[in-house]
């Protein structure tokens, strides 16, 4: 131990200086490899804290030798780029222990693999593990049993969530701000942590972001570039309640115990999912004596231990699926269904026999089964989810199950129209809430609701008939020159009307009616054809489109509606009225208090129609 010389792991904690103070070494003499201080510059200048730790341990031994305790002095070949390019696979521990071979010293490391491989090469080695000593992350104590999230952030109070899903309030935790320096040393905190707690597992690690899953407590970090200052949040579930306290039906409970493979929970942030999750998945584990896994990132749902929890990978979901498949548990919770790839993996893993819990974001209760119709083919919707459990402050609000059947979808009349339908039924009650079907190459989701709705005494367009009217426009100005003025309106689900100047009827009816008995046939309703000045003023409900821009919000009508009267309404209360420009737009100048009006109308998800005025 006369010559040692250290690798990086052993670098970073501070093994040397510990060795120095609690070993009787006389005057030991420390080579540092090049390679080393490479590694550490490179961690440094991409702002991790263990490559600054690792230099200040540096510059700690540099003081050692001036005080005459040691011999300091750096030596050997710095990383080439091939090396830095393959360093996972011990290019860069292969010069240190090079280094340590010639200079006939004690190899000094935390590293297990490093250790094990120097004996193997007859190299001395000195393996120094480290002791981990519990203890909590400073960042407790701003909780107490009713804070759901801490909020810090650089130069502002700390804040807190506290309450339970659907009644939350926002708390300033104390008026002193939080410096860049002092929610920096939380970050090194918890990212030591990480690095020494068995339960502490850094989930994510990107440029300007760090995801840190702590026990119970979800870790989010972020920093410049990626934020514009330093920022952490910490989320914590406030409730760990039993399947039974949710007051099911014994109709729902005989389900979820017998036949609902497929699930989807559903619900708005914060709304209570992951309690409800927690609580089914207890329930398949500890009543029902099932199998249950886990797909999660980061791996936040507080568990038994009989729950084994997976997360990405090598960083992927797809290699976890591949291991679960093999594993074959009963039940697996997918927490949670974002991108494209999670509904495949899901669809896959339900498809391929096993039970399947998916959580999924949403505001509305048809929101998580339409979000998957549109990623896999309609066929096999029923045979991934049967089962749609919508949650909101906390409760299970609407449940729904799918079956396929072939019928003429709901405001269609034509028997040659039956096609494949999904029904989408309120469980308990059998009511039928939606329908999900193919029209041309689109997917319809029918909201029953609707097709009957009425908006001040007039019945309101189904989804149906807004792309039929689009599909006879396409098709009748193909028959009309360019410049001539064109309407469709659907006025029932058997009729539609079209509107064209006088002087091209008889082209578009054609010899004894052939033409217009063409488009017929193709678009299933019937059709008539009259003088586009007759067309009476519509009173029914136009759905506007919203456009953002930087300095405006833009009311899209269409160019049709182009220079006419509107009353704009969210919801049933009314805005305001305009002229729409030749565009057919209502353009509303951002900041003023309209513009408000409608984003937080868009926000809290309020229709926003027009009515022309006569």
Do not use: W
Request: charged residues 30%; hydrophobic residues 35%; aromatic residues 6%.
């Amino acid at each position: 131990m006369n010559c040692i010389i250290p690798d990086t792991s052993a670098v970073i904690i501070g093994a040397i200086s510990e060795i120095i103070e609690t070993e009787d070494i006389d005057y030991p003499e420390i080579i540092v490899p090049e390679a080393v201080v490479c590694e550490l510059e490179h961690q440094a200048n991409a702002n991790r804290s263990e490559g600054i730790r690792g230099l200040k341990e540096l510059q700690k031994l540099q003081q050692l030798q001036y005080e005459g305790e040691l011999s300091i002095s750096f030596k050997g070949r710095r990383p080439t780029n091939y090396d830095i390019k393959y360093a996972k696979s011990g290019e860069i521990d292969s010069i240190i222990r090079d280094l340590a071979r010639s200079e006939m010293g004690t190899l000094l490391t935390n590293d297990k693999v490093q250790a094990e491989t120097a004996k193997a090469q007859g190299i001395p080695v000195y393996f120094f593990k480290q002791q981990y000593k519990e203890k909590p992350l400073s960042i407790e104590k701003f909780f107490d049993e009713d804070t759901m999230s801490i909020h810090l952030k650089e130069n502002i109070v700390p804040m807190a969530k506290k309450g339970t899903p659907g009644h939350v309030n926002f708390e300033v935790l104390s008026e002193k701000r939080y410096s860049y320096k002092e929610l920096k040393k939380i970050v090194d905190e918890i990212l030591d942590k990480a690095k020494s707690d068995p339960k502490t597992y850094l989930e994510s690690e990107k440029e300007g972001s760090f995801v840190v899953q702590s026990r119970e407590y979800r870790i989010s970090i972020a920093y410049p570039p990626f934020s514009e200052a330093l920022e952490i949040t910490i989320v914590r579930p406030v409730a760990n309640i039993s399947l039974d306290e949710y007051n099911l039906s014994e109709k729902l409970l005989n389900r979820i115990q017998t036949s609902a493979e497929g699930i989807l929970i559903s619900g708005s942030p914060g709304a209570g999912k992951s309690t409800f999750v927690q609580a089914i998945a207890n329930y398949y584990s500890s009543k029902l004596n099932k199998i249950v896994k886990t797909m999660e990132s980061p791996r936040d749902l507080q568990l038994p231990d009989e729950i084994t929890q997976y997360a990405p990978l090598e960083g992927n979901m797809e290699n976890t699926a591949d291991v679960l498949l093999l594993v074959r548990p009963d039940y697996t919770i997918y927490d949670e269904l974002r991108k494209n790839s999670d509904f495949n993996i899901f669809a896959d893993m339900r498809l391929a026999g096993v039970g399947m819990i998916g959580v999924v974001h949403a505001t509305r209760p048809i929101d998580a089964i339409q979000r998957i119709s549109s990623r896999v083919e309609l066929g096999v919707i029923p045979s991934i989810v049967d089962t749609s459990i919508y949650i909101e402050n906390g409760k299970v609000t609407s449940v729904y199950e799918t079956k396929m059947t072939v019928k003429v979808p709901t405001g269609m009349k034509e028997a040659d129209l039956a096609r494949p339908v999904i029904e989408v039924r309120d469980f308990e009650t059998g009511e039928l809430k939606n329908e999900i079907y193919t029209y041309g190459e689109q997917t319809i989701v029918m909201d029953m609701d609707l097709v009957n709705g009425t908006a001040e005494g007039e019945r309101r367009k189904t989804s149906v008939e807004k792309i039929a009217e689009k599909e006879i426009l396409r098709k009748v100005r193909k028959l009309l020159p360019k410049k001539a003025k064109v309407d469709v309106e659907v006025t029932s689900p058997e009729r539609a009307n079209i509107y064209i100047p006088e002087e091209f009827i008889p082209k578009i009816i054609g010899k004894n009616g052939k033409r217009i008995a063409e488009i017929e046939e193709k678009v299933g309703i019937s059709l008539g054809v009259e003088v586009i000045e007759s067309k009476p003023v519509s009173k029914a409900p136009i759905e506007v489109d919203i456009i953002h821009t930087n300095k405006q919000i833009i009311l899209d009508l269409g160019r049709e509606k182009g220079r006419k009267n509107f009353d704009v309404y969210i919801g049933e209360e009314y805005l305001l009225t305009a002229t729409t420009s030749k565009k057919g737009e209502i353009k509303i100048k951002r900041g003023i208090e309209l513009s408000d009006f409608i984003l937080d109308a868009i926000e809290m998800g309020l229709e926003i129609t027009a009515i022309q005025k006569m």
